[in-house]
Each structure stands twice: as structure tokens, then as C-alpha cells.
Nanobody
Framework: QVQLVESGGGLVQAGGSLSLSCAAS?????????MGWFRQAPGKEREFVAA????????LYAESVKGRFTISRDNAKNTMVLQMNTLKPEDTAVYSC????????????????WGQGTQVTVSS
């Protein structure tokens, strides 16, 4: 079992930045898990944001965040970070951290473990 806890959400003005963190705990070995971020805005379906492979050497981004968001991980600290820059009102959503064994994916249904989510609100 892997437990995931997000932190770092909040309210920011458009054009601003936020950094989200995901801390993993449990008996599994963190560096065997691909990690990802998904978000869900009110009335909308959950959508892929970014993902990173177990070593941190490969990343994927949604087109809507490419060039603005950066995903990274520190396997020694069992943490993952999503740095979000140049935020837009349409980035407003609950952001959730997720994990799955080994293989990076953009599909929510392929992830096994989920955090509770953290709210990000971008004002115009």
C-alpha cells in the first residue's frame, strides 16, 4: 500500500506561481513507482496534468500546461513536486497526486494510488 499526501495548494492571482508537493509513505519502494498529477475542476471530468517515470528521467505533460508546469521527484525523500508558473484561471481545480508501478501513463484508470487532493484557485 502507498499513501500519498498533497500539499501546497492555495489562492493565487493569474500569472503567479504555486508549487505542489506529494509525499509518499508505505511499505512499497518509492523509486519503483511512476507518479502523476491529475486535476478536476467543478463540473468537469478529471484530466491529466503531468507524469514522471520512476527514475525521473522521463516526463509527460498535458498540452495545456506544457512550458508552464514542471514535474520532478526526489526518490531519496519520497516526494514529488509540481511547479506551476504563469497560472491561468482555467488552471483552477483540485489537484491530485497518483502512483502506479513502473510505467508512466496519462490515463487515470491505470493508476493504483491516489491522494486526497489539494485545491488550487487562480483569480483573474
Amino acid at each position: 500500500q502507498v499513501q500519498l499526501v498533497e500539499s501546497g495548494g492555495g489562492l493565487v492571482q493569474a500569472g503567479g506561481s504555486l508549487s505542489l508537493s506529494c509525499a509518499a509513505s508505505g511499505k512499497r519502494i518509492f523509486n519503483l513507482y511512476a507518479m502523476g498529477w491529475f486535476r478536476q475542476a467543478p463540473g468537469k471530468e478529471r484530466e491529466f496534468v503531468a507524469a514522471i517515470n520512476p527514475s525521473g528521467g522521463s516526463t509527460l505533460y498535458a498540452e495545456s500546461v506544457k512550458g508552464r508546469f514542471t514535474i520532478s521527484r526526489d526518490n531519496a525523500k519520497n516526494t514529488m513536486v509540481l511547479q506551476m508558473n504563469t497560472l491561468k484561471p482555467e488552471d483552477t481545480a483540485v489537484y491530485s497526486c497518483t502512483a502506479r508501478p513502473l510505467v508512466i501513463s496519462i490515463t487515470a484508470g491505470e493508476y493504483n494510488y491516489w491522494g486526497q487532493g489539494t485545491q488550487v484557485t487562480v483569480s483573474s
